[in-house]
């Protein structure tokens, strides 16, 4: 059974608020793929196809959620048009490397598992 109600749906445009914000007209709300809560901890995923790049802004986000202690983020390189493919997923760690972590769906989903056990075992703060 499938979760997603669309998979053929159109991504969100944001260009419409370009220029909201007057003293910075580029700033642009960004999307997130994939996120679980824990005991106010973040686990975020964003999804890239091998020659799909980052935006700039959504890369500086993305960083700077690393960079918090309560987020772990990670980029997945992969897709999930039908079956769900995963090549490689990285983890942005808070210094700001990138540390691959898995090589394969089943990877992510131990390492997304352990992720909870882990936020599950904190004290909620």
Not at 59 to 66: H, K
């Amino acid at each position: 059974m499938r979760l997603m109600r669309n998979q053929h749906a159109t991504h969100v445009d944001f260009f419409q608020f370009k220029g909201l914000i007057e003293t910075n007209p580029k700033a642009t709300p960004c999307n997130i793929d994939m996120v679980f809560e824990r005991k106010c901890k973040f686990f975020v995923g964003e999804w890239k196809r091998e020659s799909e790049s980052m935006s700039q802004g959504q890369g500086l986000l993305l960083r700077n959620l690393a960079k918090q202690p309560q987020f772990t983020v990670i980029i997945i390189q992969g897709n999930t048009d039908g079956e769900t493919i995963v090549e490689k997923f990285e983890q942005l760690c808070s210094d700001g490397v990138f540390r691959v972590r898995g090589k394969s769906f089943d990877d992510l989903k131990s390492f997304v598992t352990r992720w909870y056990n882990w936020a599950d075992a904190q004290e909620f703060s």
